[in-house]
């Protein structure tokens, strides 16, 4: 065949090549590298560690610390592929105690950055600086620097433009690489931790902070008083750490942190064990807040992880969620116990929320909305100026008419529907009987008009006579900064208070106060893990979360009233398809007069 293509033949790559592939596994993005340089610090001794950014980590990374430092020839050894200090044999990678074991973060990184190392031992007169571009040594030198070691990554990617581009927004890169630097803060106490964006001080923990101090500096004072100590053994597990009274809840698991001995890590394990302990103290869908550390014999572990990953295997997996619980839960118990016997009250919950009336009715200003819920339109939105998306919108075809309503005709009777099991309506439509479920159906009435309060751009919000206050979490701020305008479109007006806190100072009538600053809370940690892409995303998720916040949701096993029944009808018959709620979950099922028909084989 003339067009069949050569058979390439086989090649050992070029280093660089090689250097660069593995580098896209161990630097996937610039917290990556923060994570790797942090941990390489914390492995050297240091007391302090400063982790600067510029433009969050594309333009430069940099990480200096107090540690030990490394003489010139460990300073060359440092930057090969596959030089570590830290094993020697195979067995010790059964026992390791450091964080970094492989020998190839620094190599990666180099692969990829315009690389400097900076280093000095306390024995050794002057500091040597070596300089790597792309994986090649491009200088050596003798400089002045005090004891430690300084790293700077500058212009990462810029060999690899396609990694580049799989980048999120700043806010998204940023508060990644400040989620790395918060659980190493969390983790190792007794070490200083800085963080400075674009020379702005974003995090500040001193040397001798408590765990408890390191708390309260992350997500405020009244956060950190709702914390119990943690410190318990069993089954060669010992826990210590931060936990959350019953109280002190959050509808996503954005405040638990779990660490191995004292490295952050992810495990189903502990976090399903974590919460089980708090099984039956919570309300549904809330999560428990805790800092938990696990000490255990590193041989209980299965370490052959990968690198740039935090997730952890036990040896036994079920023995240590089943630890987990039984240690949180003892834990628990005496608190209550304590509470009991001190105050006669079970502990009692101090909300953010606080109590609120509502006086003057202030219209807000017009919103400067485009026509974003029917119609999203490619470009960048006011929404969106901080989301450098990699995709492109996924909007619909310009001119395309939202499909007619399908259910249109049925139930045009006065009877009201018949609602079964306290969760279904049973309407007759022509040849079928529509089965529908009443509380997916309120959730998408309540969705539609909310955006379609949005879009008529005449939702009041309404002065809060005591503004609600939110803690918010360094890692978070800059988001809420950016997006401030956001849920002002959305109906929360939010203005700083000072440090950390923010007020709510106005909701819009939709809401439910009481859930005002939860709504607040997700909508951030939805913008931090960076999964709202485009416009249209960024907008529907933010409804979604939204419509949870709403007042007087229909449940299912409510009772309704006839009104209610008959109302839930009317705005059925209005829905335009797809028939499910803003979570994706149908409305409505039929039951046909054929499948009633075969059911009595009355027909074949
Ligand atoms: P690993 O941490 O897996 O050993 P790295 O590539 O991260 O591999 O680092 C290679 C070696 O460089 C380390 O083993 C350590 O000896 C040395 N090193 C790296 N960073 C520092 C630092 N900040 N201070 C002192 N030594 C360091
Ligand atoms: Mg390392």
Redesign the pocket.
């Known amino acids: 065949m003339a067009n069949k293509t050569a058979i390439a033949p086989v090649r050992v790559l070029p280093e660089d090549v090689v250097n660069k592939i593995a580098a896209g596994e161990v630097v996937e993005r610039p917290a990556s590298v923060v994570k ?1 340089l942090v941990e ?2 914390l ?2 001794g240091a007391t302090r560690i400063m982790v600067r950014v510029v433009a969050a980590g594309r333009r430069t990374i940099e990480v200096l ?1 107090n ?4 003489s010139e020839q ?1 300073a060359h050894l ?1 930057i090969e592929r596959h ?4 094993i020697r044999t195979a067995e010790d990678l059964e026992n390791i105690h450091t964080m ?8 990666s990184i180099a692969a990829v950055s315009r690389f400097e190392l900076v ?1 000095r031992r306390a024995k050794d007169a002057a500091a040597v600086r070596l300089r790597v571009e792309g994986g090649v040594l491009r200088d050596v030198s003798q400089t002045a620097a005090p004891e430690g ?1 300084r790293i700077t990554v500058n212009r990462l990617y810029f060999n690899t433009p396609v990694r580049a581009k799989f980048l999120k927004g700043v806010t998204t890169e940023l508060s990644q690489c400040l989620d790395i630097v918060q659980r190493h803060a969390l983790a190792a106490v007794g070490v200083a931790f800085q963080f400075e964006h674009n020379e702005k001080l974003l995090l500040d923990i001193p040397e001798q902070a408590t765990l408890r101090e390191r708390a309260a500096l992350l997500w405020g004072r009244s956060f950190a008083k709702e914390l119990v100590d943690l410190d318990a053994k069993r089954d060669g597990f010992h826990l210590t750490g931060l936990i959350g009274l019953p109280s002190l809840t959050r509808s996503q698991r954005s405040h638990q942190f779990f660490f191995l001995n004292n490295r952050p890590i992810v495990s189903r394990s502990l976090q399903y064990g974590f919460e089980d302990g708090y099984r039956e103290l919570l309300t549904i869908g809330r999560r428990p807040v805790g800092i938990v550390m696990v000490a255990i014999d590193p041989s209980f572990v299965d370490v052959n992880i990968h690198p740039s990953k935090r997730e952890v295997r036990f040896r036994d997996e079920r023995a240590a969620r089943e630890t987990i619980q039984l240690l949180v839960r003892e834990r628990l118990a005496q608190l209550t116990e304590t509470m009991r016997a001190e105050t006669g009250l079970p502990p009692r919950p101090v909300a953010f929320a606080q109590p609120m009336e509502r006086i003057e009715t202030q219209r807000a200003e017009p919103l400067a909305f485009e026509d974003v819920f029917t119609r999203p339109e490619p470009g960048p939105s006011p929404v969106q100026t901080e989301f450098e998306s990699p995709e492109p919108d996924r909007g619909s075809e310009p001119g395309q008419v939202a499909p007619s309503p399908v259910y249109r005709r049925f139930g045009q009777h006065d009877d009201a529907p018949l609602q079964v099991f306290g969760t279904y309506l049973l309407v007759p439509d022509e040849d079928r009987l529509l089965i529908i479920d009443q509380h997916a159906l309120h959730e998408r009435m309540t969705y539609d008009s909310l955006v379609a309060e949005l879009q008529d751009r005449d939702y009041e919000a309404q002065r809060l006579v005591v503004p609600i206050l939110l803690d918010v979490p360094p890692s978070h701020r800059q988001l809420l900064e950016k997006n401030l305008d956001t849920f002002t479109r959305l109906g929360l007006e939010i203005e700083p208070f000072g440090g950390n806190t923010y007020q709510i100072t106005a909701i819009c009538h939709l809401y439910d106060a009481g859930k005002a600053s939860d709504l607040v809370y997700r909508v951030l940690d939805a913008l931090a893990q960076g999964d709202l892409f485009s416009r249209e995303d960024l907008m529907a998720s933010l409804l979604r979360l939204t419509i949870e916040a709403c007042r007087g949701s229909v449940k299912a096993g409510d009772r309704l009233t006839t009104e209610e029944r008959s109302g839930l009808i009317e705005g059925f018959r209005r829905l335009r398809p797809p028939y499910t709620c803003p979570h994706g979950r149908p409305i409505v099922t039929e039951l046909t007069q054929v499948q009633m028909e075969k059911s009595f084989r009355r027909r074949q």
Not at 67 to 70: A, L, N, V
């Open positions: 790797e390489n610090a492995d050297a610390d540690g030990h430092g490394m460990d440092a030089a570590t200090s830290k970094g074991f492989r020998g190839e973060a620094l190599a280093t070691t």
